[in-house]
T-cell receptor
Framework: EAGVTQSPTHLIKTRGQQATLRCSPISGHTSVYWYQQALGLGLQFLLWYDEGEERNRGNFPPRFSGRQFPNYSSELNVNALELEDSALYLC???????????FGPGTRLLVL | GEDVEQSLFLSVREGDSSVINCTYTDSSSTYLYWYKQEPGAGLQLLTYIFSNMDMKQDQRLTVLLNKKDKHLSLRIADTQTGDSAIYFCAEIPGAGSYQLTFGKGTKLSVIP
């Protein structure tokens, strides 16, 4: 069974640009979570989608947004990129709310 | 509040046991998790424990939970060089909050 997949693996952008990151959950999983792992800041929760709806968001500005598609895959969009957005962005999926989360390999975003 | 704390570094000799400790503050946490992150990779689920359990054993891994002291530990028996990684303790707090709250991670170095 395939695990959580993310694309691209690496992304290089310049300040002010927009970045789009993609995540495909494990088959049968309906919840998708996004986390940011920035150097020195640890793992921080960004967004949670379940059944196509945004259920919760972490303490991030509105330029971090996303959506979940009918096939439960998800996109994370980051607008007006800033240098401090450089980080590893991890996607996780779970069978439902409060179920165990399984992580993808991440997308490493570098903002120059 | 929601806060998970771990010591940052642990160094052990190959073949010895490793014990990684974690404290959390949310007494309503339902599940507590241990994830492993190797360099440049995503998070790999190692094991988890439900809050009404005291101990869980899975091959070389033993998880102990002291709910009174809000203390969680992960013991790795017969530690190998392949166990060198960062280990994250994480909780799902209660009250309808389903995202993971992580500690900052403990970097385990195994000396051959």
């Amino acid at each position: 069974e395939a695990g959580v997949t993310q694309s691209p693996t690496h992304l290089i952008k310049t300040r002010g640009q927009q970045a789009t990151l993609r995540c495909s959950p494990i088959s049968g999983h309906t919840s998708v979570y996004w986390y940011q792992q920035a150097l020195g800041l640890g793992l921080q929760f960004l967004l949670w989608y379940d059944e196509g709806e945004e259920r919760n968001r972490g303490n991030f500005p509105p330029r971090f947004s996303g959506r979940q598609f009918p096939n439960y895959s998800s996109e994370l969009n980051v607008n007006a990129l800033e240098l401090e957005d450089s980080a590893l962005y991890l996607c996780a999926s779970s069978f439902g709310q409060a179920e165990t989360q399984y992580f993808g390999p991440g997308t490493r975003l570098l903002v120059l | 509040g929601e806060d998970v704390e771990q010591s940052l570094f642990l160094s052990v000799r190959e073949g010895d046991s490793s014990v990684i400790n974690c404290t959390y503050t949310d007494s309503s946490s339902t599940y507590l998790y241990w994830y492993k992150q190797e360099p440049g990779a995503g998070l790999q689920l190692l094991t988890y424990i439900f809050s009404n359990m005291d101990m869980k054993q899975d091959q070389r891994l033993t998880v102990l939970l002291n709910k009174k002291d809000k203390h969680l530990s992960l013991r790795i028996a017969d530690t190998q060089t392949g166990d060198s990684a960062i280990y994250f303790c994480a909780e799902i707090p209660g009250a309808g909050s389903y995202q993971l709250t992580f500690g900052k991670g403990t970097k385990l170095s195994v000396i051959p």
